[in-house]
């Protein structure tokens, strides 16, 4: 049986509870120079996921994330926590992107990597708050998608391959949150499912991992080859020579710009971007009139009352 893969799309965005007034350059876009980061918090969700199937029924996890060269960032504390392979798409052409740019740059780095039989991504990044890019990476892709999965029920892998067909299909069911309640559903692979935040608690980065990839370095590398990753070839890089004699280290941070994704540079970054921000207005929050209330069962049934008569509470 091929090997299941297993792709997850992250993104390093910026710390949102520590938001400053330079948070947003004059054109429109964030300026994430002069924001401190973190890992988006449902693209861990999902990453946890891909480990989990992983350790299930075997697979290669490989993580994908677009963004500057500090990007890489998030693809480390990903192999902290057990991925396989990392990618990093960093180029100036992917600058300004909105989701329709981020999503097609990201689909055709999938494809890139011959495809995926599962691609996860969290349901949403907190700075943007869209929920789009994993759905519109998945059109790209022409995959079948399930949103706002919170927990994944059963993962059937394909069998081998058929003739003109590079990938046997198998199926996922998984459930997801709506309104009111949650819906299951199935679906065949390959498929393409947003993760929300009910679906786990994502394990800590592993001190074994981050000793073992705390220096490694981004590698362009414009023509795909995964041989560094089998620990029998010559082209595998040994950080470390592990207590069984094998090599420890055999991840490497692949980094791709647009040349190397075969991308159309008029659909990338500002270029590719229909979303325009018209104007930005930063909100001052002054301090309202306020009263102190007694802490006493008087000046509280007195607060009460007042809140039912303005019809604030029911």
Partial sequence: MPQLRIVVLVKQVPDTANVTGEAMKEDGTVNRAALPTVFNPEDLNALEEAIKLRERHGARVTVITMGP???AQ???ESLYRGADEVVLLTDKAFAGADTLATSYALALAVRKLGGADLVLCGRQAIDGDTAQVGPQTAEKLGYPQITCVSRIDALAPGGEAGPGDARARGSVTATRSIEGGFETLTSTLPCLLTVTGEANDPRPPSVKLVMTYKDIAAEAMPQYDDTYLDPESDAA???MIGRDGKPVC?????QWDHEAL?????SL???GSPTRVKEIESVVLAQS???MVEPDEDGVNTLVHELIEEHILG
């Fill in 69 to 71: 060269p500090a990007a």
């Fill in 74 to 76: 998030v693809l480390r």
């Fill in 237 to 239: 890089e040994v950080c």
């Fill in 250 to 254: 055999r991840a490497r941070i692949v």
């Fill in 262 to 266: 075969a991308a159309d540079r008029e």
């Fill in 269 to 271: 970054g500002l270029r």
């Fill in 289 to 291: 009139e306020a009263r």
